[in-house]
């Protein structure tokens, strides 16, 4: 995995620079545009939410970050630890060993391995990744179940806990290799207003610890939890709100 020149000067670069970034998808009539030069930065330590209707690419624009889809044309970049990645200049092998070190990813389905118990879930990534011992994988495991107030269910298979459990256990995973970026594709489209909450409260904690956290929802009324926010329509970014880099969030209530 060959990154770009490193980054110099007194500035820190953003850790995600989008360049006119754009998505088009075969259909019968002809290419359909998800994404029409897409061009942001998000700095280290944001919590960035991705804000738009339903279609309007903000799950396409995830995938343009994390490399799952490849880019019709322009660049993303990434920039963890100093060092810059372009990321749809790598081969698959790499962009795969690329992301189980530097991204975490939180699915909308999460796709658990069901024979596994839930600690397994958790270890399998850290034991994929080869940088701990077997005994330093499950230690790590249990403390990121404990991040996520799930360490007593750590032995049963994941089909025996809650679907906001669950949706707790797949952040854990996503949070294996201590991941400089987290991206979350509708986290809590699909819970109750308790959960969501927990969920929400999990993830300010994660930016304060100084995580990069890029969230995609359709909910308008989360803004003000976020530092800033992208504003996708038709896949064009309409507008970019809130402070840049910045550490604003509103508290939520426990």
Do not use: W
Request: charged share 20%.
């Amino acid at each position: 995995m060959s990154p770009t020149v490193p980054e110099t000067g007194g500035t820190r670069p953003p850790l995600i620079h989008l360049r006119q970034v754009v998505k088009e998808y075969p259909t019968p009539t002809g290419p359909f545009p998800a994404l029409r030069g897409v061009s942001a930065s998000i700095a280290h330590g944001e919590f960035v939410g991705v804000i738009g209707k339903s279609g309007a690419g903000k799950s396409t624009l995830l995938n343009m970050v994390t490399g799952i889809d490849q880019a019709t044309s322009g660049e993303v970049v990434l920039t963890p630890n100093g060092r810059s990645y372009s990321i749809h200049a790598m081969s698959e092998p790499e962009l795969a060993l690329f992301r189980g070190r530097h991204i975490g990813v939180v699915h909308q389905a999460f796709h658990f391995l069901p024979m596994l118990s839930v600690l397994e879930n958790v270890v399998l990534p850290i034991d994929l990744c080869g940088e701990y011992n077997r005994r330093q994988s499950r230690e790590r495991a249990m403390d990121l179940l404990r991040l996520v107030e799930l360490e007593d269910h750590a032995a049963k298979r994941p089909t025996q806990i809650s679907g906001g459990q669950q949706q707790r256990v797949a952040i854990a995973r996503a949070l294996a290799n201590d991941p400089e970026l987290l991206v979350a594709d509708e986290p809590t489209g699909s819970l109750d207003s308790v959960t969501a909450e927990r969920i929400l409260e999990a993830f300010t904690r994660l930016v304060a610890q100084g995580k990069t956290i890029l969230m995609v929802t359709h909910d308008s009324s989360l803004a003000p939890l976020f530092t800033r926010q992208l504003h996708l329509a038709d896949g064009l970014l309409a507008s970019s709100t809130g402070e840049h880099g910045g550490n604003g969030h509103r508290r939520l209530q426990a």
